[in-house]
């Protein structure tokens, strides 16, 4: 279990990474194109580990609208690329988990029949409130620096 764990931090850490790299390649040539050189680059990575793996079959046909994944992705890169370089990383990293607590917990909640308890609600609050006092924390240092 604890690998788990370590993995998922690692790939937080991984994404938030990923998004300030693609900021800085948003600000340069815009949010889709730097989402589109982002999946492409994407693409080959995972061409090159299907192929290592031989992994190339494809037997089960999932539904349909499994595939909205994808469209969520690029959607996800793109708009995270055009917000990152304006929001700060700390704040759109904050924004992004914040959004998928209260969409899990609303996921949850849909699909599992898993009413939210106070525990689930006081996380997400506490998400809330890294976001209020790193902002307040934000506007304080700017108003040291007019000053």
């Known amino acids: 279990m604890i690998l788990y764990v370590l993995l998922a931090f690692l790939n937080g850490a991984v994404i938030g990474t990923s998004r300030a790299i693609n900021g800085r390649l948003s600000a340069t040539i815009g949010p889709f194109r730097a989402s589109l050189w982002n999946h ?14 031989g992994q190339w079959e494809f037997g089960s046909s999932p539904p349909l609208a499994a595939y909205l994944g994808g469209f969520f992705g690029a959607l996800f890169v793109a708009v995270s690329s055009y917000v990152f370089p304006r929001l700060g990383a700390m704040n759109a990293a904050l924004m992004v988990i914040s959004g998928q607590m209260i969409s899990a917990v609303l996921i949850d909640w849909q699909s599992k029949g898993m009413t939210p308890n106070g525990l689930r609600c006081l996380g997400v609050v506490i998400v809330l409130l890294g976001i209020y006092l790193s902002r307040l924390s934000q506007s304080h240092r700017e108003k040291e620096k007019v000053q």
Not at 40 to 53: N, Q, R, S, Y
């Open 40 to 53: 492409v680059v994407g693409f080959l990575l995972l061409t090159v580990i299907l192929a290592a793996l």
